[in-house]
């Protein structure tokens, strides 16, 4: 009689331990699922968070580096051409480029030879690259309201043309043959903000520059310097070592005249929205206090430290 009591007892256990055991592998599988999920939005949160120090810290020192070319100090010790230009402060690291308007082709100035030099740097062969710029034309048209006739469209153009300057570089990517092509290819070899049918060359980008080298004569749209900026294109990329993520910035700055002072920013640059502004080649090193000032170099050693 002991010893059944004995077998009833010992299959009671093994019983309630086999269902401990299933119950606890329930609650495993509801619980472990949302500690993960818990586990990995915090890592988002703070990816999103450190994303979004990067970027007001870039932002900042963007505004510093408009300053530093509206008041001209910038001009002589940063390339103006899209050349990248990079610093370190402690374990931050800080890339610059900055495009001087003068150096691009402007939608609403450029004549045909030039437009056209201007889409032969985008890929395009010498018909193609023609018809784009006799499209462009077109479409920017007669900015003469009482014209006689408005231009026709082409298949090259958008199906209507607007008659009227390019408000953005962007406008371009109504045109079929362009709908593809990157906005920010675009904006590195387009403009509308430096208001002249001329070029320099001396801060034309390596895209651009290229395609010159190229042509036999440029003629007289493409000249050697020219006077004043009145426009750059400034971007920013800033990184924690270690953490593979980057803040960047990026905008146009329109340098306002010397009895206004300053700049103002005419529109945020697509660029810095989509695209890495890592150094796609290597960089022109420097000290931050060269780049961004002692003050604010100072600022940044402080808080890097």
Known sequence: MSAKRSGDESS???????AVLVFLLIVSAIVVPFAVTAKTRLLIANNEVEQERLSLLAEGLAN????ELAD??????????????????GEFAFDVRIQDHSGLIDLNAADVHLLSLGFASLGFDRQASETLAKATIQFRGNANAFAAQAEPTTAAGPSENKQAPFESVSELQEFSALASTPSHDLYKVFTVNSKRGTLSLDHTPNRLRAIFADESGSGA?????????????VEIAA????????????????????????????????????VDLAPSMPSRATDC?????????QILRGWAS
């Open 289 to 297: 206090d060269g780049l961004f000032g002692t003050e604010i170099a």
């Open 12 to 18: 009671s256990a093994g019983f309630s331990l086999v």
């Open 64 to 67: 510093v580096v408009s300053s």
């Open 221 to 233: 749209s493409v000249m050697q310097g020219v006077g004043q900026a009145s426009a750059y294109t």
């Open 72 to 89: 001209g100090s910038a001009t002589d010790k940063l390339p103006l051409d899209s050349t990248p230009t990079s610093c370190r402060s």
């Open 239 to 274: 990184s924690r070592d270690g953490s593979g993520i980057a803040g960047q910035a990026g905008f146009i700055i329109e340098v306002l005249p010397a009895s206004a002072a300053g700049f103002r920013r005419l529109s945020r640059n697509p660029a810095a929205e989509i």
